[in-house]
């Protein structure tokens, strides 16, 4: 089994995930063909494995692309992130993307701890300071009562998120400011917006800037965390939609978490396995747009592995070769079957 990349020599490194191909932290397979490359991560180059060395291993690689929710496609490419830190590279028709809520009831069960612990602690503190006020006025608990307010004061206006639009600036928002954060339609129709208020002055952000933005503000409103069956509740809303993207889009329409004058569209007003959807579906979409970002790439270096590896193998296999794939495909279940 090869170690290192034949193009620059060094070392392809190793994986603890596919037990028949332990080499390589990026693996590229084809089922439909029967290929599978080790991707180089410092020049991005594709080292196709022996053949004896592929069956199992391609097999593997695919029911793991199929459990791996974080993942996104092209025509002809796609790319999922293993939880262990193997990339996948899988080649053929898109799969399905799925939503992965299994990743979010830990991490807002884990906040609701928090947050209650805070809360306890915050009464203890009270009670304290209760008592040394009253202690230093010689009178009622009266002393503690406004010392807590000095704190309660200090905390509300400590920033929460700083904003830093395309023009350079940097837009900071307290505790007492985030409620005042609405989402909209865009005027035109394509896409959302959001809204920053400050005093009377009301901004708008539009596009992936008022994405980035509402990802920076809603895990701050969501600080308290949630309950198992609300963090439940919020998964059904965007499975309702069948898409995070879609769930996005729908979130914002109508006049609906209406704010003073009755106005529409503020977060704050949304009810709280809403506000637990929306960051789901924002930190979803982000992550996926991280990984379009490598796919372009990975489509045309794609194209020129396969290349060669249609050469390399058509030189190794004998003329009844491809029956024989084709006949191993269908005894073990393998190929390229959308979901």
Same mark, same amino acid.
């Given at each position: 089994?090869?170690?290192?990349?034949?193009?620059?020599?060094?070392?392809?490194?190793?994986?603890?995930?596919?037990?028949?191909?332990?080499?390589?932290?990026?693996?590229?397979?084809?089922?439909?063909?029967?290929?599978?490359?080790?991707?180089?991560?410092?020049?991005?180059?594709?080292?196709?494995?022996?053949?004896?060395?592929?069956?199992?291993?391609?097999?593997?690689?695919?029911?793991?692309?199929?459990?791996?929710?974080?993942?996104?496609?092209?025509?002809?490419?796609?790319?999922?992130?293993?939880?262990?830190?193997?990339?996948?590279?899988?080649?053929?028709?898109?799969?399905?993307?799925?939503?992965?809520?299994?990743?979010?009831?830990?991490?807002?069960?884990?906040?609701?701890?928090?947050?209650?612990?805070?809360?306890?602690?915050?009464?203890?503190?009270?009670?304290?300071?209760?008592?040394?006020?009253?202690?230093?006025?010689?009178?009622?608990?009266?002393?503690?009562?406004?010392?807590?307010?000095?704190?309660?004061?200090?905390?509300?206006?400590?920033?929460?998120?700083?904003?830093?639009?395309?023009?350079?600036?940097?837009?900071?928002?307290?505790?007492?400011?985030?409620?005042?954060?609405?989402? @909209?339609? /865009?005027?035109? %129709?394509?896409?959302? !917006? =959001?809204?920053?208020?400050?005093?009377?002055? +009301? &901004?708008?952000?539009?596009?992936?800037?008022?994405?980035?933005?509402?990802?920076?503000?809603?895990?701050?409103?969501?600080?308290?965390?949630?309950?198992?069956?609300?963090?439940?509740?919020?998964?059904?809303?965007?499975?309702?939609?069948?898409?995070?993207?879609?769930?996005?889009?729908?979130?914002?329409?109508?006049?609906?978490?209406?704010?003073?004058?009755?106005?529409?569209?503020?977060?704050?007003?949304?009810?709280?396995?809403?506000?637990?959807?929306?960051?789901?579906?924002?930190?979803?979409?982000?992550? @996926?747009? /991280?990984?379009? %970002?490598?796919?372009? !790439? =990975?489509?045309?270096?794609?194209?020129?592995? +396969? &290349?060669?590896?249609?050469?390399?193998?058509?030189?190794?296999?004998?003329?009844?070769?491809?029956?024989?794939?084709?006949?191993?495909?269908?005894?073990?279940?393998?190929?390229?079957?959308?979901?």
């Amino acid at each position: 089994m090869f170690k290192t990349c034949m193009f620059c020599n060094r070392p392809l490194g190793t994986n603890e995930v596919i037990e028949h191909f332990p080499v390589g932290r990026r693996l590229a397979f084809d089922a439909e063909r029967g290929r599978l490359w080790v991707v180089c991560r410092k020049f991005e180059r594709w080292n196709l494995s022996p053949l004896e060395e592929r069956w199992e291993a391609v097999e593997m690689c695919e029911r793991l692309f199929r459990d791996t929710k974080l993942r996104v496609s092209t025509e002809n490419v796609g790319l999922a992130k293993h939880p262990e830190g193997l990339d996948l590279v899988r080649i053929g028709q898109p799969m399905r993307p799925e939503f992965a809520a299994w990743r979010y009831g830990d991490q807002f069960g884990r906040r609701r701890k928090r947050a209650i612990m805070y809360g306890v602690g915050g009464v203890a503190v009270f009670l304290g300071l209760d008592i040394v006020g009253a202690a230093a006025t010689g009178g009622g608990g009266m002393g503690g009562y406004w010392i807590w307010q000095i704190i309660d004061s200090w905390r509300n206006s400590v920033t929460q998120a700083k904003l830093r639009p395309a023009d350079g600036r940097v837009i900071k928002r307290n505790k007492l400011e985030l409620p005042f954060t609405r989402r @909209r339609p /865009a005027e035109d %129709g394509q896409g959302l !917006r =959001l809204s920053i208020r400050k005093g009377k002055k +009301e &901004e708008w952000f539009e596009g992936a800037e008022a994405e980035r933005f509402a990802s920076q503000i809603v895990p701050r409103m969501n600080s308290k965390g949630g309950k198992k069956q609300t963090v439940q509740t919020a998964v059904s809303e965007i499975e309702h939609y069948g898409h995070p993207d879609d769930f996005l889009a729908q979130v914002v329409t109508g006049d609906r978490f209406l704010g003073k004058g009755r106005v529409p569209g503020y977060i704050d007003k949304m009810p709280a396995p809403t506000k637990l959807a929306l960051e789901m579906a924002l930190h979803e979409e982000e992550e @996926r747009r /991280a990984l379009e %970002g490598e796919l372009w !790439r =990975l489509e045309r270096a794609w194209q020129e592995a +396969e &290349e060669i590896a249609a050469i390399s193998d058509g030189l190794l296999l004998p003329t009844d070769a491809d029956d024989f794939i084709e006949k191993h495909r269908e005894d073990t279940g393998g190929g390229a079957k959308p979901l």
